[in-house]
């Protein structure tokens, strides 16, 4: 399998694989005129992706299929949204494409597993309909989609902004970080987004910070964090997340991930990613991940959780050929 970051002719049929993400820093730092949260994050890829094969048709017809039939291949997902936004943009009505999504990434976890298939489809469409957009291109298309799909494209380790959309990639050398998670989450629950940050801002808007100024200064700070310059499993995140008690407050199954994820002796630290309910601990590297959840596996089997073992990736959405 070759990986074709930019296939110098067109392609008939593309493979394109979306990873998840966690977050290592969420900070809710206030409210945005348009209703949206400020936030300044720290997100991470996963080497745990979704698989896309797209296959391009001349019928005009964009079609999705799905290996898990729970997901919803309507113009609710993001898949679809996102190849309608470039057709009718683009105006290429003509072009249609027939895709297949192999889910392995849990469903409304937290992971952005909607937002990365979204994206991949962004950048395998690209390339499959010979568009020509540039990774800028790409980014505001992405940004009108969701406010975690401009991250999804090119993945790694990035600073969010904004209300998600504003990126700072953080240059580690990647070669020198070989940190892994052991992830949870109980496939019975999903957290709703717009729940979570409604309810976050009906308990703690009184203290949130209120202009650009205070914004500004926690964006610097948290640049300069020493976990992050370079990440390294010596001094490794500590994990803040303002949705966290929000959402464990009213998900037990998220209290009883945190408490059990509190337990495994070889974690480096414990969290949830984004809004819920998937929770995490990060291990220095992918075998000590494994030796916690080989000894573990059936305690959180027993209490209802999946589990998922994974390195850090360094990279997004990636075009095989
Ligand atoms: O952009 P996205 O569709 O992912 O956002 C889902 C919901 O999460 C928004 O409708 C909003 O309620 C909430 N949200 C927010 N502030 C952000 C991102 C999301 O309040 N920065």
Redo the contacts with the bound molecule.
């Keep these: 399998m070759s990986i074709v970051e930019n296939p110098a002719s067109p392609v008939e049929y593309l493979r394109v694989s979306a990873p998840a993400k966690i977050n290592l820093h969420l900070e809710v730092l206030g409210l945005r005129p348009d209703g949206?949260?400020e936030?300044a994050m720290v997100m991470q890829s996963i080497d745990l992706a979704d698989l896309l094969e797209m296959r391009k048709t001349q019928d005009g017809v964009i079609s999705l299929c799905c290996d898990d039939s729970t997901l919803s291949t309507d113009k609710d997902n993001l898949i679809i949204r996102a190849a309608d936004l470039l057709r009718s943009r683009l105006g290429v009505k003509d072009l249609g494409v027939a895709i297949r999504l192999e889910k392995k990434i849990p469903i409304g976890a937290g992971l952005a597993g909607g937002?990365s298939d979204g994206a991949a489809t962004l950048i395998g469409l690209n390339s499959l309909w010979n568009l020509k957009l540039t990774s800028i291109q790409l980014e505001k298309f992405a940004a009108e989609l969701?406010?975690?799909m401009p991250f999804c494209l090119a993945g790694g380790t990035q600073l969010c902004f904004g209300?998600?959309e504003r990126l700072e990639p953080i240059n580690s050398d990647t070669s020198k970080v070989s940190m892994a998670i052991l992830l949870v989450k109980d496939p019975s629950i999903s957290v709703s987004?717009?729940w979570a940050?409604?309810r976050c801002r009906e308990l703690n808007a009184s203290r949130y910070l209120k202009c650009e100024n205070d914004f500004e200064h926690r964006r610097n700070e948290l640049r300069k964090e020493s976990w992050l310059n370079p990440l390294r499993a010596s001094d490794p995140p500590s994990l803040r997340n303002d949705l966290q008690s929000v959402v464990a407050s009213a998900t037990p199954s998220v209290r009883n991930a945190l408490k059990l994820l509190a337990d495994l002796p070889g974690a480096l630290s414990f969290g949830m990613s984004g809004s819920g309910p998937s929770c995490f601990a990060l291990y220095s590297d992918y075998e000590n991940a494994l030796l916690d959840l080989e000894s573990s596996r059936n305690i959180f089997e027993n209490e209802g959780f999946q589990t998922w073992c994974c390195p850090l990736r360094f990279k997004g959405v990636m075009l095989y050929s």
């Design positions: 949206f949260h936030l937002s969701g406010s975690d209300r998600g987004t717009p940050y409604a």
